[in-house]
């Protein structure tokens, strides 16, 4: 299985990126699909999944409002719209996949593949 993350780059403040994941997973339709990140010296942090074939999205607190996760299952691929991006966002952003519903989608623990992360600038 691999998942291949991009669309990172530099933005200033108040800007946008669109995130992809394209995913070489069977069954993708049914899979669970989550976008983390990690900023330079802290922890990898949740920050969104859908499950249930888009049917069920979630969101950190940190991000609600902002981003917006969606998927294309023809493409086997999932992306992350990412809006009015604040300079707390920079980080490398990761996406996991799991196949079928994950019973924890908001932790690392509950994904079994990673791509490789896409980093994401953004500047004051």
């Known amino acids: 299985v691999q998942l291949q993350a991009s669309g990172g780059g530099l933005v200033q403040a108040g800007g946008t990126l669109r995130l992809s994941c394209a995913a070489s997973?069977?069954?993708?339709?049914?899979?669970?699909v989550g976008w983390f990140r990690q900023a330079p010296g802290k922890e990898r942090e949740y920050v969104a999944h859908?499950?249930?074939?888009?049917?069920?999205?979630g969101y950190s607190d940190s991000v609600k409002g902002r981003f917006t996760i969606s998927r294309d299952n023809d493409k086997n691929t999932v992306y992350l719209q990412m809006n009015s991006l604040e300079p707390e966002d920079t980080a490398v952003y990761y996406c996991?996949?799991?196949?079928?519903?994950?019973?924890?989608?908001?932790?690392?623990?509950?994904?079994?593949?990673w791509g490789q992360g896409t980093l994401v600038t953004v500047s004051s």
């Open positions: 859908t499950a249930w074939r888009g049917s069920t999205t």
């Open positions: 997973l069977r069954a993708f339709v049914s899979s669970t």
């Open positions: 996991a996949a799991k196949r079928g519903v994950s019973p924890r989608p908001t932790s690392g623990v509950g994904y079994d593949y």
